[in-house]
């Protein structure tokens, strides 16, 4: 994205913001100024807005702020489909269910598991 482009963005959102529109209003406001916007450089407009120094109307920056937020979110209300990034499509598999595993008995043919009688040694 060019530069120019976004400071174009950019001041349309200032402009909008300065003047008291919010939300959809500014949205609107935007792209009245640039009509072939997308969703993408108003976040990036956006951004770029709540870094700069000489913006200090706190009303300004919030609504700047809800604007990118909203955007980066949902793609804004009329997201080209450029604008959303390609996910992989999420499957939720079943939990998967455990069981405790059967106790061993302990059997004949085991030497570990027979028992020797028991036999005292001698003390001589």
């Known amino acids: ?3 120019k482009k976004r400071k174009k963005v950019y001041d349309a959102l200032i402009e909008g913001a300065s003047q008291g529109l919010s939300d959809r209003s500014l949205y609107d406001f935007v ?8 969703s993408k450089r108003i976040v990036r407009a956006s951004l770029l807005a ?12 919030q609504v700047v702020y809800a604007l990118a937020i909203k955007h980066r979110l949902d ?3 009329e997201a080209a489909p450029d604008d ?3 996910t992989p499509e999420v499957v939720e598999e079943p939990p998967i269910k455990r069981t405790k595993a059967p106790k061993k008995i302990a059997s004949q043919s085991d030497p ?5 009688p028991f ?3 001698s003390g001589n």
């Not at 792209?31 to 997308?38: I, R």
């Open 1 to 3: 994205m060019s530069d």
């Open 75 to 77: 793609g804004g209300p």
């Open 112 to 116: 570990a598991s027979v028992s020797l």
């Open 31 to 38: 792209l009245e100024k640039c009509p072939k916007t997308t």
């Open 84 to 86: 959303i990034e390609a």
């Open 119 to 121: 036999t005292p040694l």
């Open 50 to 61: 709540l870094s700069d120094p000489d913006v200090k109307d706190a009303k300004v920056l």
